[in-house]
């Protein structure tokens, strides 16, 4: 179990009284985090992979280790299978761009992905499709915002090269069935892209058991810095693969040959980290997987459901409320609650509970054909809980919202 009100200790925004309710969007830092990546940068910074000098030498060895950590907290067999980005769209874009570059992408190919997908997990394909000339299909969503999984075998056909999906909703929370999907992809043999940015941070991962290729997940939203996301592929396709973004620190050697450019390449995951890479980002990654891992995977996943819970039930008892997507009874997701308030604008309800200290989020939360699929035009209020929030914070927002219901009684 995980006792919130001392984890709470840890994030000094919420000794001001805040109910931060706004973790799918970006996470609290933990002082530890902050504190790993102040001392790295004043005492122990210098580039990576580039000096012999001690210094550099010590630089470099936190920087690999960082790699290390990531691909055991996510059960990676090889910690060159890490390839550090700068976060979960920079991630999706490169393999993407990736297997454009590379010819696996060709005219006529099929990419699949589903009408709830993050603009992440939907913008990169759609431009690669049009690149080549392959075919974008969208798995539709059913009443209740779920990809209609059951119908997957009937979208995966022989043409199909990529199969892209989230491992949860940033809208409904979600869960996907992984090991379904993928089982379909991998019979017509595509390829598996997974946008975890929802999933990473909420529930154990084990990319092995999941027989996906790609999983792309962002530092941010895990109790990280922003600048940092990790790209975690199959070592075997991270050898085969040419990098489509190219520059300084990814080879081993570069000769002029007549008016050609011959080019060896690093080893993996080096080819494809160009330039200097967000090293201090990396120190402070490390120290909030480090963080999670002292919590336990598993009892965040429970404090989570248990929150979740309660808050989904309680505002659907409130006069004009909906929450968006199925219970959690009904299906499991991650610690999100998106609702619409009858008479109000999501921006309207969003303001009234900023004026009373509670963080949400409003809008269209860049996944906007699911919310059109559910004729959400204006969007939703999304209320995300985390590590740090107790279920005092449910019930704060769900006494706000009462208040303003009876407030709009009043005046209505």
């Known amino acids: ?209 999941m027989n996906i290729d790609f999983l792309a997940f962002s530092g941010h939203k895990m109790l990280g810095p922003t600048g940092i996301g990790v790209l975690w592929g199959r070592l075997e396709l991270l050898e085969d693969l040419e990098p489509p973004w190219q520059g300084g620190g990814q080879i081993r050697d570069v000769r002029v040959v007549g008016d050609t450019v011959a080019v060896d390449w690093d080893e993996p995951p080096w080819k494809f980290e160009p330039g200097t890479p967000p090293i201090v980002e990396a120190v402070g990654l490390t120290e909030a997987v480090r963080y999670l891992e002292k919590l336990g995977m598993s009892n965040v996943e429970s404090h989570e459901s248990e929150l979740v819970r309660e808050l989904y039930e309680w505002l659907g008892e409130i006069r004009g409320v909906k929450p968006v997507g199925p219970p959690p009874s009904q299906h499991p997701r991650t610690g999100v609650v998106s609702f619409t308030l009858e008479g109000l604008t999501p921006d309207a309800v969003s303001v009234y509970l900023a004026s009373r200290g509670i963080a949400v989020r409003a809008g269209l939360h860049c996944a906007h054909p699911l919310h059109y699929a559910l004729g959400l035009y204006e969007g939703t209020i999304r209320a995300s809980l985390y590590i740090y929030n107790c279920s005092r914070d449910a019930e704060a927002l769900v006494s706000s919202v009462e208040s303003l219901v009876k407030l709009i009684g009043k005046t209505g």
């Open 1 to 209: 179990m995980i006792d919130c009100e001392r984890v709470r200790k840890d994030f000094p925004e919420l000794g001001s009284g805040l109910v931060y309710l706004d973790s799918a969007a970006s996470t609290l830092k933990p002082k530890p985090v902050v504190d790993s990546m102040k001392e790295f940068a004043l005492r122990r910074y210098s580039n990576v992979h580039r000096g012999t000098y001690k210094l550099a030498v010590e630089a470099t060895r936190i920087y690999e280790e960082a790699h290390r950590v990531i691909a055991e907290f996510i059960g990676a067999k090889r910690w060159e299978e890490i390839v550090f980005t700068y976060n979960t769209t920079h991630a999706i874009n490169l393999v993407a761009w990736t297997l454009v570059y590379n010819g696996v992408l060709k005219r006529g190919d099929e990419i699949l992905v589903t009408e709830a997908e993050h603009h992440s997990n939907l913008l990169p394909w759609a431009a690669a499709a049009r690149a080549v000339g392959a075919r974008l299909r969208i798995l539709p969503v059913d009443p209740q915002g779920i990809p209609v999984w059951e119908d997957i075998d009937e979208y995966i056909t022989d043409r199909t090269r990529v199969v892209a999906f989230h491992l949860a909703s940033n809208v409904t929370g979600a869960k996907a069935p992984v090991e379904e999907v993928s089982r379909a992809a991998r019979s017509r043999g595509a390829i598996i892209v997974v946008d975890g940015a929802q999933g990473v941070p909420h529930f154990p991962i084990d990319v092995n058991s």
